[in-house]
């Protein structure tokens, strides 16, 4: 049985984030297109405020199984976000993997402030 080496891990951590990208970018482009077929003869009035388009994840979850163009492009922008941080993640597995235990706790705190800044920060305030 081959054991897991540092290369290792580097090549998939590079397939990760290629994979990843192209796959938000897929999304997006889907997304953008379905929406010039269903909007694009329309001309967008930016004068008022939509406070229903701010992002709420129930309404997002309804919108997506519907298939509204703006969620699968929300989605794209979700998995474009999802990809360095799963980059991390698999960073820190990788590290545990190795038996290194410093890089793998630091990989595991920069998670956490990752997952705090996502749930708990506050932009623009």
Not at 29 to 34: K, R, T, V
Not at 35 to 60: H, I, K, M, N, W
Not at 82 to 103: H, N, S
Request: glycine residues 8%.
């Amino acid at each position: 049985m081959k054991s897991f080496q540092d290369k290792d891990l580097q090549s998939f951590i590079g397939n990760l984030l290629r994979l990843g990208v192209i796959i938000a970018m897929t999304i997006v482009i889907a997304g953008l297109l379905m929406y010039l077929f269903q909007y694009g003869g329309q001309t967008a009035g930016y004068s008022v405020f939509d406070e229903r388009a701010v992002f709420r994840l129930p309404v997002f979850w309804q919108a997506l199984r519907h298939g509204d163009s703006k969620a699968i492009m929300e989605l794209g922008v979700m998995a474009l976000i999802a990809t360095p941080i799963a980059r991390v993640l698999f960073t820190m597995i990788g590290f545990w993997l190795e038996k290194d235990r410093l890089y793998t706790v630091i990989a595991f705190l920069v998670l956490c402030i990752i997952a705090y800044s996502l749930f708990f920060g506050v932009a623009g305030h």
